[in-house]
């Protein structure tokens, strides 16, 4: 836009192409490679068996949007601290050092409220699925939550070698106490998926072709599995997987 800015209008088509073309070429081969690999993941996400087509049009799924966005900030403590924590360091880098540095962080803050913006705009036309009925969840925020973390790591580390010294010892105990909160409560739950390890181990050693299973609890679903046809694209996997050598659908009593 700088370059398209500068050369003459004579015609809007040239003037474009050759705008592009002055793009630092590191610049550009990574722009197009990443613009390809996003269009190629919109265009297998509309091949996803989770899709729900037609149940409820574009518009209803923005209005659902605000109570995802609610439940993001009331079901854990993460979200909302994170988010206290990023308002902190922007007033503090206001008061505190309104310098050319602390510029190009406030930048860079504003870029991440538009990419938000623009990234939950984006969102709906990815497709509905039942298991996020309000488009808004842990994992579509994913890149948002990315984002948060990034700017407050830059701007903490601003923080820590600018402050005064009258708030450093303070500023520096809140980080850690900040970081003692996630650290806790982001324990290992690699022993949460048992019961699935233990359902395929079950369906791999049955010999019959329709596995009944007494386990309570999801197997390659959102949910129990209470009819045989349902599980009939996750027993093609199993088989791709060569977890089991044949078919063998399974159903959750």
């Known amino acids: 836009w700088k370059e398209f800015k500068l050369l003459p209008k004579s015609n809007i088509l040239n003037t474009a192409i050759i705008s592009v073309t002055k793009i630092q070429k590191p610049l550009l081969f990574y722009f197009l490679f990443i613009s390809a690999i996003c269009f190629y993941s919109l265009l297998i996400g509309r091949y996803n068996a989770e899709n729900v087509e037609g149940k409820y049009p574009l518009w209803q799924q923005y209005l659902k949007m605000p109570v995802g966005y609610y439940l993001q900030f009331v079901q854990k403590l993460g979200l909302p601290l994170l988010t206290l924590a990023i308002f902190a360091n922007a007033v503090f880098i206001k008061k505190q050092h309104p310098g050319p540095k602390a510029g190009k962080l406030w930048a860079a803050l504003k870029i991440l409220a538009a990419f938000c913006l623009v990234y939950s705009l984006l969102l709906p ?8 009925q309000y488009v808004i969840r842990r994992d579509t925020m994913m890149p948002i939550t990315l984002g948060m973390m990034w700017w407050f790591g830059l701007s903490s580390f601003y923080l820590l070698k600018n402050i005064s010294a009258k ?7 809140g980080i850690i106490g900040f970081l003692l909160i996630f650290a806790i409560a982001d324990e290992p739950g690699s022993n949460k998926n048992l019961c699935e390890k233990k359902a395929l181990t079950t369906i791999a050693n049955s010999p019959e072709k329709t596995v009944q299973l007494n386990y309570d609890c999801s197997i390659m679903a959102w949910g129990k599995t209470t009819n045989f046809y349902d599980s009939d694209a996750n027993t093609w996997m199993l088989k791709y997987w060569n977890v089991t050598e044949r078919k063998k659908l399974y159903f959750q009593k």
């Open 167 to 173: 708030y450093k010892k303070q500023y520096t105990a």
């Open 125 to 132: 036309f990815g497709g509905y699925r039942e298991y996020r």
